[in-house]
């Protein structure tokens, strides 16, 4: 009889080679359109020629300025000046209204909104109220609106505001003028401004919107 042999061992197999996937990218969002850029207006404020005449005293007489009410002394005087080579100086003063004035009537419009300024410089004392002011005469009455402030140096200083001349009643008559001061104060006062403001409206650009994204999902 022939040997039977046992097998010793399992017979090798080839090995199964599982299949492999690319991932397919699948976007979940898309592009947003980049906008256009929008112009916003935006309002500017923007000044006018000066109604006053000889604003800063650099003529050879003082007019069209004269004391206020032909109260005290209005002086051009060459030893102080904010600008230019001269200013007024007011002395003399027996009360808180004397100071310098200057017709201005048919030079401003009713309704209208205007900035009025002027630089101030005390002589004998260190500090001082002070107020530039419009004299308005209408049918209805007088009104003085205008700007003012504490001076509490003996340096030049600015006085400034906005007014605006109301529509009520008729004018007739229309003034600048300085006042403020104690009796027996004397100052300087230069470069007086009546100016009308005027807004302007000036293109603005949005910015540019960038467009929206977002991370590719991976899908097996």
């Not at 030079?107 to 002070?130: A, E, H, M, R």
């Amino acid at each position: 009889n022939s040997p039977t042999v046992s097998p010793t061992g399992n017979p090798s197999k080839s090995p199964i080679e599982s299949p492999t996937y690319s991932p397919t990218v699948s976007p979940t969002g898309s592009l947003s359109p980049t906008p256009s850029p929008t112009n916003s207006p935006m309002e500017t404020p923007t000044t006018t020629a000066n109604r006053v005449v000889n604003p800063g005293f650099e003529d050879a007489a003082l007019s069209p300025w004269f004391p206020n009410f032909a109260s005290g002394t209005t002086t051009l005087d060459e030893s102080q000046s904010h600008s230019g080579s001269q200013s007024v100086l007011i002395t003399g003063r027996t009360s808180e209204w004397n100071g310098v004035t200057q017709n201005v009537f048919r030079k401003l419009d009713v309704g209208v909104q205007y900035q009025l300024s002027c630089w101030v410089k005390l002589k004998n004392v260190s500090s001082s109220f002070f107020k530039l002011a419009l004299r308005v005469t209408k049918d209805t009455g007088n009104t003085y609106p205008g700007a003012s402030k504490d001076v509490m140096t003996d340096e030049w200083t600015k006085i400034e505001g906005t007014v605006t001349l109301d529509t009520d009643g008729t004018l007739t008559n229309l003034a600048v003028f300085v006042e403020g001061p104690a009796a027996g104060v004397e100052y300087w006062v230069d470069d007086v401004e009546i100016v009308e403001v005027i807004t302007t409206e000036s293109p603005t650009t949005n910015p540019i919107v960038s467009p929206s994204t977002q991370s590719p999902t991976t899908t097996p």
